[in-house]
Nanobody
Framework: QVQLVESGGGLVQAGGSLRLSCAAS????????MGWFRQAPGKEREFVAA????????RYADCVKGRFTISRDNAKNTVYLQMSSLKPEDTAVYYC???????????????WGQGTQVTVSS
């Protein structure tokens, strides 16, 4: 089993940057594919970015491509989401997730963090 704890959220002005971290417990972190999802008020949870277990492959939602970067440090059991050129529409609770499949669908992930709030002011 994997426990995930996100951090790094906060309030930032449009155009600013934030880096989210997701620390994982357990010795098998390096075998999991990791994803970031977000959920804005009144909206469904949506895919943001994913990285495979080896960090050789990443994928992004079109709306964040070129602005967000996902990375991982298996030695530190941590996955990151570097967010730049933030927009008010990026405001949401951001969740990290771990799973056996490298996918954009939330149902492919088995373990979830509690989420961290990101608010982008205009």
């Amino acid at each position: 089993q994997v426990q995930l704890v996100e951090s790094g959220g906060g309030l930032v002005q449009a155009g600013g940057s934030l880096r989210l971290s997701c620390a994982a417990s357990g010795r098998t972190f390096s075998s999991y594919n990791m994803g970031w999802f977000r959920q804005a008020p009144g909206k469904e949870r949506e895919f943001v970015a994913a990285i495979d277990w080896s960090a050789r492959s990443t994928r992004y939602a079109d709306c964040v491509k070129g602005r967000f970067t996902i990375s991982r440090d298996n030695a530190k059991n941590t996955v990151y989401l570097q967010m730049s050129s933030l927009k008010p529409e990026d405001t949401a609770v951001y969740y990290c997730a771990a799973g056996a499949f490298y996918a954009v669908f939330s149902t492919a992930y088995d373990y979830w963090g509690q989420g961290t709030q990101v608010t982008v002011s205009s």
